[in-house]
Structure formats: C-alpha cells, structure tokens
C-alpha cells in the first residue's frame, strides 16, 4: 500500500533475542509503537539505510508470532475495526498456545507495545482464570502456594462468605 | 511474513562466538509485570479475583491496592435499583454480589449489607467510613455494587452526579 510520500524506507530488520534476523513490512512493522518509533526516528533523521531494530527481550519464537499478529492485523488496519473475521482469527491464534507461551507473548507485546495484542492477552488469560477454583489455578498455571498455612487460612476465613 | 534464516547464518559468521545464550526467562504468570498482572485481575468479576487472592501473594497484593480498586470499578458497568428495597430484583446477575445499606432506627446508625444473589445470605460489614448518604432515607439509595469486595458502586453527590466510593 502507499506509504507517506516522505518515507524511504519500506522493510525493517528486526533482531530477537536470540540472534535472528526478521525483514519486516514498515506497514506491519507500525503495529508495534515501539518499532514504529524507531522508524519514525530513524526517518526523521533522513537515513536511507536499512535498519536494524535488536529487541533483546523478545526470543524467535515468540517474535514470529507477535509478527504473525501484526501482520494480520496490518492487512485489516483500513477496515472497520469491529471486523468479525478479525476477531475470530485473533481468538484462533491465541487458542493454539500454551499457557507458557501466552504469558512470553503477553510480556513481548508488552515490550514492544502492541496494544491490542496486550488487550488481547490479557482479556485471554481473564477468560481462562474465570470460573476456576484455586486449586485450578494453581494447578493450570503451575502456581507455587507461596503462602504459609496460618495466612493461607486467614484469607479463606476472610472470603468465605463470598464462596457460599 | 518475510524472514530468512540464512541471515542468521550470516549473522553468527561475521560476529560468531560473541552473542549469548538465549534468555530463557521464567515464562510464568506470576513473573508477569505488576501492571499487566493488575490489568487481567481486573478484568475478572469479582469471585474471581477472590479466588485469585488466594492464589499467590503477590496477587493478593495487587488486587489490595487503591490503584486496582480503580481500575476494577472502571470496568464495571454499575446497575441502579433506584427505589428498589430488595437486592434481588436484579435478575441475571448472579455474578454480582449486591450491596445495601439500612439506617437502624435503634442505634440510629448506618447498616451496611452484601447480599449474594443466589442466597438470602447477607454480611453486615463493618461501618462505612465515608458518609455522605445522610440525607437520604434508607432504601431510596439503591446501592449497587458489583464486585462488592471493595466498593460501593454508587452514591449521589451534591450536585447531583454519580460518583464512586471505595469501601475497604
């Protein structure tokens, strides 16, 4: 699509954590404030390199997946945002992962301040934490009991009431 | 979307030996950052975010805070019962806990109750702090709390606006 005139650049690379290289479309790129920004002052400054954007918090794996979303989202950014199919595609995608790397990917999106992609997860992991006991919880998010037996017992004590 | 793996190749040639180990991190939710973990609390109703309590320390410290109280409120949609005397002409709502208050007539003093919608089970919960309902009778503050761990969602302000109270 047409870009600002302005604009030399169209592709980014991205580095991960873990050393790889993505060549990223500017317009998918945009989703992430935090890539965009660079870019935006990267074209400020006039450079017609390529450039290079290392994230050191973000690992491959998850950065191909954050790019996926982006993506995605970046070939509906001109439609209504209300858009059903992109929606159901964003429940589909968040579907397929393990709590581990839900919570890796919360934390990318976080990072590289995708917004929506970090409302999106997190509206995910509410969904799922609802109506759990917690023992479920725990269990599901491999949870530690931090608490010793006395506190333990007086925050039952002081929420009984609501469990009845 | 456009990646090669080759350039990672190339990558580790030209600058090989010098890049470090993955970062594995602990990908856990309990090492998500405060204000994420806050954020997905409050998104829950509140059984939910009692249960949660429970869970962790840190998630008890979270869902304890004035800042969460806030944001949890912001979140929910308060439902007027108006002149309502009873908390259970709210139908469908038995996610919600609901919270009235009365004035006894004996002691002359405030009364504050949580009502859970499934039972007749009711709590009186400690007096209120804040006490701006004075010039109203009893029942004509249908106070509606969702949530009702800590707030009040509700109370007429002089000129008239709704606002919010936090309870605990």
């Not at chain 2, 090669?4 to 991190?25: A, M, P, R, V």
């Not at chain 2, 004509?140 to 007429?156: D, H, Q, Y």
Request: with cysteine.
């Amino acid at each position: 699509m047409a870009s600002s005139s302005s604009s030399s650049l169209s592709r980014v690379v991205v580095k991960s954590s873990d050393n790889n290289l993505f060549v990223v479309n500017k317009k998918v790129a945009s989703q992430s404030q935090l890539l965009k920004q660079c870019i935006d002052n990267m074209e400020e400054k006039g450079t017609n390199d390529v450039i290079l954007i290392p994230l050191s918090n973000v690992t491959s794996n998850i950065l191909t997946l954050v790019l996926e979303y982006c993506e995605k989202h970046a070939d509906f950014a001109d439609d209504d945002n209300n858009n059903q199919e992109l929606k159901q595609w964003d429940h589909e995608f968040l579907k397929k992962f393990d709590y581990a790397t839900l919570n890796s990917l919360t934390m990318a999106a976080d990072y590289m301040v995708t917004k929506s992609l970090l409302n999106l997860c997190c509206q995910f992991i509410a969904d799922s934490i609802k109506d759990l006991t917690v023992q479920q919880i725990r269990q599901i998010f491999d949870i530690k009991n931090d608490f010793t037996p006395q506190e333990e017992a007086d925050i039952k004590n002081e929420n009984a009431w609501a469990f009845r | 979307m456009y990646y090669f793996t080759w350039i990672n190749d190339l990558w580790k040639h030209l600058f090989g030996g010098s890049y470090k180990q993955e970062n594995t991190g602990d990908a856990s939710i309990i090492n998500l950052p405060n204000d994420i973990m806050s954020d997905i609390l409050s998104k829950l109703l509140a059984k939910s975010v009692l249960a949660c309590r429970q869970v962790h320390p840190q998630w008890l410290y979270l869902s304890s805070t004035p800042y969460f109280a806030d944001l949890h409120l912001m979140r929910v949609t308060p439902i007027l019962l108006g002149q309502e005397r009873t908390p259970f002409a709210g139908k469908g709502l038995s996610d919600y806990k609901l919270l009235l208050y009365s004035f006894n007539f004996c002691n002359r003093k405030y009364c504050y109750y949580i009502y859970s919608l499934s039972t007749t089970f009711k709590r009186k919960l400690r007096s209120f702090p804040y006490f701006p309902l004075v010039y109203f009778s009893p029942y004509e503050v249908g106070v509606v709390a969702s949530g009702a761990l800590f707030w009040i969602v509700r109370c007429i302000t002089n000129s008239g606006d709704w606002s919010f109270r936090r309870m605990l």
